[in-house]
């Protein structure tokens, strides 16, 4: 993964909206996931084909328990300007009508977010964007840790309170994990590849 930083009194922007033109004009490799990340922008190799397979397996899910006029998204940015955050989450449910204001979509707007880690910046899952997202006030946070200890996961993270979660449920793969309302959604893990 490689990282750029904005430097802190650029003439050509202030703060946030120079390190979102630096964002903007990355020129990274085609499927990479470019995403700021504590201010830096950030650059990760295109994900596995476990990994997609993961996403797709719940987007397909989720599908079938929202409402019309909420959609699933895999390649919508959520700002997080509190944090220096513009993250690419793997998966997020958003209202349509967020993204009908011709703006940025503001993470707070998600109901939703899933993040299936990589070996490779799984830490960012587990930790920077669950507290960007936590401070933004995404309801539920899903966090698919294929990495984790050699025991991969699934954590329902809830609550949001002063950029933290509450964990709401973590099962290892093979178990089921439920998403609670308005999802109302079980979620058999088994069906997750591994790597």
């Known amino acids: 993964m490689s990282a750029l930083a904005a430097e802190s009194g650029s003439s050509r922007g202030t703060g946030w909206d120079e390190i979102v033109r630096i964002w903007e004009e990355t020129d990274a490799p085609e499927g990479s996931k470019v995403e ?33 006029d909420w959609g699933v998204y895999q390649t919508l940015g959520l700002a997080c300007p509190e944090t220096g955050g513009l993250f690419m989450p793997d998966l997020c449910v958003v209202p349509r009508a967020a993204l009908r204001r011709g703006t940025r979509v503001h993470a707070g707007e ?33 966090l698919l840790d294929a990495w984790q200890s050699g025991r991969p996961t699934a954590t329902l993270y809830g609550e949001p ?10 099962v290892e793969y093979g178990e089921e994990l439920t998403l609670p309302a308005p999802f109302k959604l079980v979620l058999d893990t088994g069906i997750f590849p591994l790597g």
Do not use: C, F, M
């Open 36 to 68: 700021i990340i504590e201010g830096v922008v950030t650059v990760a190799p295109p994900p596995s084909e476990e990994h997609n397979d993961t996403a797709e397996l719940v987007q397909r899910l989720l599908y079938t328990a929202i409402p019309d």
């Open 161 to 170: 309170q002063s950029g933290t979660y509450r964990v709401l449920a973590s």
């Open 110 to 142: 998600a109901e939703l977010v899933v993040e299936v880690t990589s070996k490779s910046n799984a830490n960012h899952d587990r930790i920077k964007k669950a507290h960007g997202y936590a401070v933004a006030g995404v309801p539920l946070y899903l």
